[in-house]
């Protein structure tokens, strides 16, 4: 494709994208949420540069100062090997967010088609798919996930594949509903009409229509996986030492709470500013792809 | 969402943090005063698994060794073999025939009385079961009532059955009238020894009630404590608040900070105690790179031994010489330690010739042990300086053990972290345990396979009986080479920190009977 | 002092895009008791209208800048909502909608509706209420009142419903009625009857109505003075005869010009051989009728269509909904399979089973929607929907593609850089024409076109026509025209079929059919429009009754339930095609005693 057509490609689908973020800026809470965010994402990014002790990651600890409550030194005090829980506090964006986003997305990236697939085409694909989709529906999505780490072998790689796999059959419901209610519009008739083969309505009319739904429901869910994530860390079955993980230093401290309160408080805190921003925000999203929710 | 939505997370997130951290922590004791005397010891773990003592090999040694008695006991202070239920014994020339005389007029808790024929028949009955710790009886052929209270053992090989009669497990006496008996009754709450106390009421995973054996051998004073509980209390948080308190009197494995906050505090003591326990880094020796032996040195070079030992556990360890801790025979403080040298570490490395780009090495500790994740990562950060990139992975003993079987040695750990401890007070426990070539992996966890070696173990076995100074030459010379060799991370010796409430007088404990406190010696 | 006055009034709709200014009134008054249509297309703000009098507009992003909404002198815009609330919606206003069904709740009775707004206007008890529901029902002229009330909504027919939101409205003793497109969704020959009741009640209760619509034909026949609506204003208003007679603005006089049905069109297309013959098709659908726990029904569609369509000339079909046209033509688009019979498109069985056959014939078939809003993929640019023909038939290089495209834009007299907007951004006529252009896309041979201007405004309906016409002879098509307006058929089409509940009863050349209908069906289906020629309503021929359930059709001939002219004969024996003259057919025992 030469260049003017990609140019001229994006600048529609670039408005769009800003009017969104418009729309999303007229609620105050959201608007709140969306810089809290924006914020962590920042943090996530940049935090190698900016943290005061990067070497605390993982190169180097100082014993002789385990334990020091919050001072001008260290801003949220030092952990059990000395290490300054500011600046893992502030990298724990980086996992946190990096997590939520693999889990959520390979989520997105195996229900959307398997959903959109199954309202499609409908008939047996689809019972059987809903049938496969409620056996998982049926477990709460923590316990499957961690019965599923739990024979993968405790690492963050594998709570995210845990999570994902518990994850996406809520996706393919989602998808799956407005699949069937997709497929009686006029434009997916026309596709057939004119000859467009099943595989590619699928892929260039039905999903690209569900995409709505699928990104609330994706907002909504990065606060929930962080949660997740933090849990499974918290019970040993993610992230292991010494990543600096926010469940997995609450897990550690909980043994010297209240003693060395500063260990616990702030990975709480930061897993509760980022849960909530995350849920404010798909609460927004909410709002605007759906306007009937409205509130006066 | 509302302001009032945002202030009920806040709330619940509160109630979180303050749940998780003070959870479990179920009350305290049952009661007050009493004109009986209680003690309440918490217990960070179940405080029994099988109540069966000739089968028993875990937590429950703690109850069982107040609750039955062996023929002799292991004196550790003076490194000496004294009677217990025995009166005196002998052994033949070839220390191959062991002859009991056993103390008369004592008594079991159903009333039955000791002889000749109940001790033959417990030891029988441990045998035959097989189960537990009943190994340390392999040399056993066969066991004579000679007189009623004369019994004679007549063994295959030469074997030291003085100390093996008094170790931890497996030795103990049962009443003749239980030991039709199987595991079940026993664990129904049953107890039938010579010991102190009876047990009174035992739930399984929870707790255990001892109740004073009025007939017990050597009597009662005034000031003892007449029933005993027994509570599981998981937090070592939650444990501390009792002692301080006051409602509970007895417990130990608490955090650091735990510690140090008791150490201020009026109504607890802590008391250190020494122990037989080694914690051990084994290497996989058949696993590349670990089967090079200078990239062992390398790592046995790496670890930060002084750190861990100051900072990491306070001082409630010592590095290790060797394999045998001090206080038992066999411990020699001549023979060398590593240190942690990284520029030692990385001439090793570029000795063994091994790419380190890319490396991983996968380290396996049991879950639950503050001080083992510290060491770990504080390994980790010095690993990393050597281009190794060292996971961490803490397990329960089960899964971590299951994959230190697995017949592929490529699917094991690299490391494995471990901690020994000696069945009766033998350095010969080492040996056989972790450096004797074994077919099917059992406690060898370096995956050793050594001729040289495995000669040199059974010739020193077979002369702890009979001339235990050229055993004891043997054995320190096997050290040296297992040090040479770097088979081990030699980390440290451990030992035990428990806080008692201040009134309490005769605390001790004996490194032979690991974790075990005679209730029997304490009185305020 | 009129009873009903507009000043000055000024709405805005405030968005992301720029604030825009949706209605600019100067000045409208109504006199009590009279009728006052407002025209306009789709767009051009009639229900903003509506809605800001009721005080019912979403303000943001709505704005009521200024102006005076004078109900019997009082200023509606003055008061707050719950004055609105108390004293005028339902009260002195009242409001009917285009769509009754969802007026109507459908999980309650008629009669529990009716109830609870009587008794919430009128403090009387159930009894009373229900009596009062009952008479209302009478005067809206539904039969069997009683049995009415105790039924669902969704258990009525269309015009039923409407007569009921009109008795509701009424129920109140509302002055000033405001009807928006009442008709809309409504047959030909339902509307008639609406009308004429709406007319009569007029009279009875001394009504002012405001009634909105989007063609001036309704308008012509029902209201005393009109307003043209057009971008938000009034560009011209008065007398109704005397504005259709002798329109002054140049929109005005193309609104009346486009319904003059018995205009004769010139058409000029020479037919060739037959490309699509249609022999016995049927297609039943399995229903299960949940309602009434029965299983097992067939729904019969399409009960047997045989006809044959040449070479460049353009096929007709009319009716009304539930007569199988939607059916018929989806079926011959291969979007269903048939129950029994067969089509062949130049020769070939379209239903054959060989993939390179299938393919094809999807390249030479296609079709134009009604719907301009849901037929083309909200999501998609348009440059990638007029492609996706393209991109089955044929590999293209994305150059010669987007010149293509751009070929196909201007041939639809769209701008070129319309190849990357998205569709909403573009007027319903605007949104035909790419459908237009995405037909044209692969170079079919034939081009069905469903109802192609019923849902865009009048203005462009013409210029859509021309269009079609335009590409028809440039592209050497053969068309097949579905529509419910006869003044488009009458453009366009050369031949007309006319069908009612699965069957054909009348198929001829247009000319002859227009002008001299046989089958009673045709007849009364070609008289219930309103003829602009004609002022006033009386004229109309309304049918009785509703079309019955295609699940469960009539014995004999399908109309005879509803035919004027019915005999004993005509339920029991189902009449077969008989010619008349040349080319034409009728379907009806009338015609068949040689």
């Known amino acids: 494709m030469n260049n003017h057509v990609i140019k001229e490609t994006m600048k529609p689908k670039i408005k769009a994208f800003r009017e969104s973020i ?28 900016i943290i005061p002790y990067p070497e605390h990651i993982s190169d180097e600890a100082n014993i002789n100062n385990k334990f020091l409550p919050p001072s001008g030194k260290h801003f949220f005090g030092t952990d059990e090997i000395g290490r300054d829980i500011f600046s893992r506090v502030l990298y724990g964006t980086r996992v946190s967010i990096t997590t939520g986003i693999l889990s959520v997305g390979l989520a997105v990236l195996i229900g959307v088609p398997v959903g ?26 923590l316990l499957l996930a961690i019965v599923l780490v739990s024979i993968l072998g405790p690492s963050l790689n594998n709570a995210i594949i845990a999570i994902a796999v518990s994850w996406w059959p809520w996706y393919t419901r989602l998808v799956r509903g407005q699949a069937i209610s997709l497929r009686e519009r006029k434009f997916i008739q026309a596709a057939e009409t004119i000859g467009t083969p099943k595989h590619k309505i699928i892929l260039k009319h039905i999903i690209p229509n569900t995409i709505s739904p699928v990104i609330v429901q994706a907002s909504m869910d990065m606060g929930g996986v962080i949660l997740t994530i933090a849990s499974l860390s918290f019970l040993g079955l993610g992230a292991q030492p010494p990543t600096p993980e926010w469940g997995l230093m609450i897990s550690i401290s909980r043994k010297y709470f209240p003693d060395v309160w500063w260990y616990s408080i702030f990975p709480g805190l930061a897993i509760f500013v980022t849960v909530l921003a995350f849920n404010l925000l798909g609460d927004g999203v909410r709002e605007i792809l759906d306007p009937k929710t409205r509130k006066k | 969402m509302k302001s009032k939505e945002l202030i009920s997370m806040l709330l619940i997130f509160v109630l979180a943090v303050s749940l998780l951290t003070a959870c479990s922590g179920q009350g305290a004791a049952n009661d007050a005063s009493q004109t009986k005397k209680l003690l309440f010891h918490v217990n960070g773990n179940t405080p029994y698994i099988n109540l069966d003592p000739s089968v028993e090999n875990s937590n429950g040694v703690m109850i069982l060794q107040n609750c039955y008695e062996m023929l002799t006991y292991y004196n550790y202070e003076t490194g000496k073999i004294e009677p217990m239920l025995s009166e005196s014994w002998s052994t033949s020339e070839d220390s191959k025939s062991w002859t009991f005389t056993v103390k008369k007029g004592v008594k079991f808790h159903d009333g039955a009385e000791l002889n000749a024929e109940a001790v ?59 030991v039709e008996q199987d595991s079940d009754w026993f664990n129904q709450g049953n107890s039938a020894g010579t010991g102190p106390y009876k047990i009174q009421k035992a739930v399984a995973g929870e707790e255990i009630v001892l109740e004073r054996f009025d007939d017990y051998r050597k009597g009662w004073k005034d000031n003892q404590y007449d029933t005993v509980v027994v509570k599981k209390v998981p937090e070592s948080s939650a444990r501390r608040q009792l002692l301080e308190k006051g409602e509970a009197q007895l417990s130990a494995n608490f955090s650091t900070t735990d510690i140090q906050a008791m150490k201020k505090s009026d109504t607890v003591q802590i008391v250190h105690r020494p122990l037989y326990d080694t914690v051990v880094g084994c290497l996989n020796t058949e696993k590349y790179p670990l089967n090079n032996v200078d990239f062992r040195r390398a790592l046995s070079y790496a670890f930060p031994y002084e750190e861990t030992v100051d900072k990491v556990l306070e001082g409630q360890g010592v590095q290790s010489h060797g394999l045998i801790p001090s206080g038992l025979w066999g411990h020699s403080e001549d023979l060398m330690q590593y240190t942690c040298d990284l520029d030692k570490a990385k001439e090793y490395l570029d000795k063994s010739g091994v790419q380190t780009k890319g490396l991983t090495l996968e380290m396996t500790i049991s879950a639950g042990y503050d001080e083992y994740r510290n060491f770990a990562q504080l390994y980790q950060i010095n690993l990393k300086k050597l281009g190794i990139n060292l996971e961490i992975r803490e397990m329960s003993w089960d899964t971590q053990w299951e994959k230190g079987k697995n017949p592929n040695p490529k699917d094991r750990q690299d490391i494995f972290l ?46 702890t009986v009979t001339d235990r100074d050229k055993a004891e030459q043997i054995i320190i010379d096997m050290q040296k080479e297992i040090i040479d060799q770097a088979y081990f991370l030699h980390l440290y010796d451990k030992s035990a920190t428990y806080a008692i409430n201040k009134d309490i007088q005769g605390f001790t404990t004996n490194p032979a009977y690991p974790t075990v406190v005679r209730y029997y010696e304490l009185h305020q | 002092m009129a009873f009903f006055e507009m000043k000055q009034l000024k709405v805005n709709h405030n968005t992301f895009d720029g604030n825009r200014c949706v209605l600019d009134i100067d000045h409208i008054s109504i006199e009590k008791g009279t009728t006052y249509g407002i025209v306009g297309e789709s767009g051009q703000g009639k229900t903003v209208m509506a809605l800001t009098i009721l005080k019912l507009l979403q ?14 002198d009082v200023n509606l815009l003055e008061k707050s909502s719950n004055y609105f609330m108390k004293q005028v919606r339902g009260k002195k206003i009242a409001m009917i909608f285009q769509d009754p069904m969802s007026t109507l709740n459908p999980v309650f009775t008629v009669g529990e509706q009716m109830v609870e707004v009587i008794k919430k206007n009128k403090k009387i008890t159930t009894k009373a209420a229900t009596k009062e529901a009952i008479d209302m029902l009478k005067t809206v002229q539904l039969a069997d009142p009683e049995n009415v009330l105790t039924k669902y909504p969704h258990q009525l027919s269309g015009g039923q419903r409407q007569r009921i939101i009109i008795a509701l409205a009424l129920s109140c003793g509302a002055e000033l009625l405001i009807a928006d497109e009442p008709t809309r969704n409504l047959d030909v020959t339902i509307q008639a009857s609406i009308l004429k009741l709406l007319k009569k009640l007029q009279k009875e209760y001394k009504l002012t109505v405001l009634f909105i619509a989007n063609n001036l034909s309704l308008v012509s026949a029902f209201c005393d003075k009109v307003g043209i609506l057009h971008g938000g204003k009034i560009i011209e208003q008065g007398n109704t005869q005397e504005i259709i007679n002798n329109p002054q603005q140049a929109y005005t006089k193309v609104l009346v010009e486009a319904i003059d049905i018995k205009k004769e069109i010139k058409k000029d297309d020479n037919p060739g051989d037959v490309i699509l013959k249609v022999e016995n098709l049927k297609k039943y659908f399995k229903v299960n009728d949940a309602l009434n726990r029965q299983k097992g029904l067939t729904l019969e569609a399409v009960d047997g269509v045989s006809f044959d369509i040449k070479r460049g000339e353009v096929l007709g079909i009319v009716g009304e909904s539930g007569c199988g046209k939607s059916t018929l033509v989806n079926t ?44 083309l993929n909200p999501r998609w640019l348009v440059k990638d929907i007029i492609a996706e023909p393209i991109d089955v ?53 034939l081009v069905v076109l469903d109802e192609p201007t019923s849902s865009i405004d009048v203005f462009s309906q013409a210029q859509i026509l021309a269009l079609l016409q335009q590409l028809k002879k440039k592209f050497e098509l053969t068309n097949i025209l579905i529509s419910h307006d006869l003044g488009v058929v009458n453009q366009m089409a050369s031949r007309i079929m006319v069908m009612y509940l699965g069957k054909v009863v009348e198929f001829g050349p247009a000319r002859e059919v227009f002008k001299d209908p046989k089958h009673p069906y045709t007849k009364a289906l070609f008289n219930a429009i309103p003829d602009i020629k004609k002022i006033g309503i009386e004229h109309l021929t309304t049918l009785e009754g509703s079309i019955p359930s295609p699940i469960n059709p009539p014995s004999g001939c399908r109309f005879h339930t509803r035919c004027t002219r019915s005999k004993e004969a005509c339920k029991s024996i189902e009449p077969e095609m008989r010619y008349i003259g040349d080319n034409h057919c009728v379907s009806c025992l009338l015609y068949s005693d040689s």
């Open chain 1, 22 to 49: 418009y729309l999303l800026t007229r609620n105050k809470l959201t608007a709140i949420a969306l810089y809290i965010i924006l914020l962590i994402v920042l943090v996530a990014l940049f935090s190698p540069y």
């Open chain 1, 116 to 141: 959109a697939i199954a309202g499609f085409i409908g008939g047996t694909i689809d019972e059987v798919t809903m049938r496969i989709t409620d056996m998982f529906l049926s477990f709460p999505p």
């Open chain 2, 120 to 178: 033959k028949k417990s030891i029988d009955r441990t045998m035959e079961l097989g189960l537990g710790a009943s190994f340390i009886w392999d040399s056993v052929e066969s066991i004579e009532v000679v007189s009623d209270y004369e019994v004679k053992f007549n063994l295959k090989y030469p074997a030291p059955i003085d100390l093996i009669a008094s170790a931890a497990y497996a030795a103990f006496i049962i009443s003749p009238n239980a």
């Open chain 2, 418 to 463: 471990f901690i020994w401890w000696p069945d009766y007070p033998s350095p010969i426990s080492w040996f056989e345990g972790m450096v004797r070539s074994e077919d099917k992996v059992f406690f060898n966890l370096s995956y050793i396979k050594n001729p040289g070696l495995d000669a040199k173990i059974q010739e020193a076995s077979t002369l």
């Open chain 3, 59 to 72: 303000c943001p992003p709505g704005e009521i800048e200024k102006g005076k909404i004078l109900l019997d």
């Open chain 3, 332 to 375: 011959i688009l291969k979007l269903f399979e048939p129950t029994a019979g067969s089509v062949y498109f130049e020769g070939k069985n379209i239903y054959a089973k060989d993939k390179e056959n299938a393919i094809n014939i999807r390249k030479d078939i296609q079709i134009v929607f009604q719907d301009p809003y849901w037929s």
């Open chain 3, 393 to 445: 038939h044929e590999k293209l290089s994305s150059l010669d593609k987007l010149e293509r495209v751009s070929e196909l834009l201007k041939m639809v007299g769209l701008k070129e850089n319309a190849a990357f907007q998205y569709p909403h951004e573009f007027s319903g006529g605007e949104r035909q024409r790419i459908a237009i252009a995405r037909s044209l896309a692969s170079r079919p041979k």
